[in-house]
């Protein structure tokens, strides 16, 4: 099964991937979803509103059905709460979005939901699991008046992420009233004169939202290190940065240390380094880390990992395709 925008829905981005509206307080806008099911007999599709969430690692992740609805998610509402398509069919839902007269001025995403009425099973040797797909697309609303993406960055720390490979984290907290997509550079200066930069781009983060953006650190560390973390970019005035001391007690391991353990013994490979090593993405497997490490921080929570984010600059990625990123996106498949 599948969502996506119904062709010539109103409020979609030239990407085609989410809805992306801007409405006044107070004012009300609607849409189309198209739902497809593309297996062998007719579904029962629920279709639902959910809201947007920053992923702990960056990203945008959406609330789970169910689930009370604090935010963004309260102002939309689907035509039909329950459908039915026929094998290998197609269904369009209209959908309308409601600014209370008091909204705050900025991005407030939300996400329309087509999930299987009925949950799939999965059988594998003496392993039976249920699955329930949904589909996400994101609708991303930009209330209008003054509106900015600002941040505040907590300390960071030195981690030992999946598998103990040594990981800088520094939150990070939008303070402002637009989502972003920030830059964080971070140093290192430790023992005997050790110094090193690194600089990744940080996915995206809501307004309210705080992620624990990592970085995975390419050499051992042991001992004490001075880090410094400093967040640019996305409209940001100048670099905004924050320091800690970190002590090491043992040494961490690296990417590339475990890419060269697992080759070496292909019997202890976890599943998901498998799939990447095979794969032969190169970066790959620093980015099947950060799923591992979210869905552990994250546990049971209200989001899910996966997609790639059609965010606001334009997000980057179109559509509900399936990747391993930090976070998910605005627009979501997942199983």
Known sequence: MGAAPAPGARGVLASGGYYAPSIAPGSTWTSVLLVSNGSAQAA????????GLTADASGAVYSNLGQPLIAAGMWLTPSSRTIRVQA???MTVEFKVTVPRNATPGDHLAGIVAQSGVPMQSNSGQLRVNVEARAVVGVLIRVPGPASFDVKVGKPTIEGGPELIGEVVTPITDTGRLIGKPIDTVSLKGPNGYEKMLQQNVDTILPGGTAHF???WPDHLHGPYEVTSCVSGAGLTGNICNSATVDIEGSTKTVSQLRRKHVASPSRIPSW??????????CALTFGLMHLRQSRRQGDGPGSAATP???????TGSGPTTRLRQGAVLGERQS
């Open 44 to 51: 029962p599709i629920v279709v639902y509103a959910a809201d």
């Open 273 to 282: 380094v498998i799939a990447l090593l095979s794969a032969g993405i190169g």
């Open 88 to 90: 290998d069919g197609q």
């Open 214 to 216: 990592p970085i995975y």
């Open 309 to 315: 984010d059609p965010g606001v600059e334009p997000l």
